[in-house]
T-cell receptor, first 113, second 115 residues
Framework: QQQVKQSPQSLIVQKGGISIINCAYENTAFDYFPWYQQFPGKGPALLIAIRPDVSEKKEGRFTISFNKSAKQFSLHIMDSQPGDSATYFCAASKKEAGTALIFGKGTTLSVSS | GAVVSQHPSWVICKSGTSVKIECRSLDFQATTMFWYRQFPKQSLMLMATSNEGSKATYEQGVEKDKFLINHASLTLSTLTVTSAHPEDSSFYIC???????????FGPGTRLTVL
């Protein structure tokens, strides 16, 4: 049973456009929702994360929108740049310390110049 | 701060041999470390969770006798792939959590190729 569903699988956006990636979760015990960026051959790097007590968090060009009732959260990349071309993973984990992240299947983003 | 390193970054070995991968938290003490594997164009799959000084907890379907995990200190965890076979070829990534938080810090990964 996949606990975190991510879409789309791939995304092509023009330079300067907005990239939107969506995730949905099933387990209401999840309370930490990070997004990771991964370049080929590298480990994932934390981009931005949110907890359920807020509906939106913005850091630079990256924004997470969170809808607790719908059990959905999304990543918005404003003014997308070719350097943003990478694979993005959403994830979720429970409140207990030391619990593992459950990852979505990933979205490959290509930003055309 | 919060840097995690892995060694080696890539390794090629013959079928039947064993390979050890090290994961170190360089500037913090990691109460918990995780090991993931990632096949090409796929997501990260959790293999096991390890806490310093105790036995690792393996995910369903992961052979604990094949993937030996030793979390010897608060800054070092090792994954040994025993009697490696070509199907074990993958990208192995570790992550670590500080005692003070829940953010996971990932290592750069180790590319294992078994011939």
């Amino acid at each position: 049973q996949q606990q975190v569903k991510q879409s789309p699988q791939s995304l092509i956006v023009q330079k300067g456009g907005i990239s939107i990636i969506n995730c949905a979760y099933e387990n209401t015990a999840f309370d930490y929702f990070p997004w990771y960026q991964q370049f080929p051959g590298k480990g994932p790097a934390l981009l931005i994360a949110i907890r359920p007590d807020v509906s939106e968090k913005k850091e630079g060009r990256f924004t997470i929108s969170f809808n607790k009732s719908a059990k959905q959260f999304s990543l918005h990349i404003m003014d997308s740049q070719p350097g943003d071309s990478a694979t993005y993973f959403c994830a979720a984990s429970k409140k207990e310390a030391g619990t593992a992240l459950i990852f979505g299947k990933g979205t490959t983003l290509s930003v055309s110049s | 701060g919060a840097v995690v390193s892995q060694h080696p970054s890539w390794v090629i070995c013959k079928s039947g041999t064993s390979v050890k991968i090290e994961c170190r938290s360089l500037d913090f003490q990691a109460t918990t470390m995780f090991w993931y594997r990632q096949f090409p164009k796929q997501s990260l799959m959790l293999m096991a969770t390890s806490n310093e000084g105790s036995k690792a907890t393996y995910e369903q379907g992961v052979e604990k006798d094949k993937f030996l995990i030793n979390h010897a200190s608060l800054t070092l965890s090792t994954l040994t792939v025993t009697s490696a076979h070509p199907e074990d070829s993958s990208f192995y990534i570790c992550s670590a959590i500080r005692a003070s938080g829940d953010e996971q810090f990932f290592g750069p990964g180790t590319r294992l190729t078994v011939l």
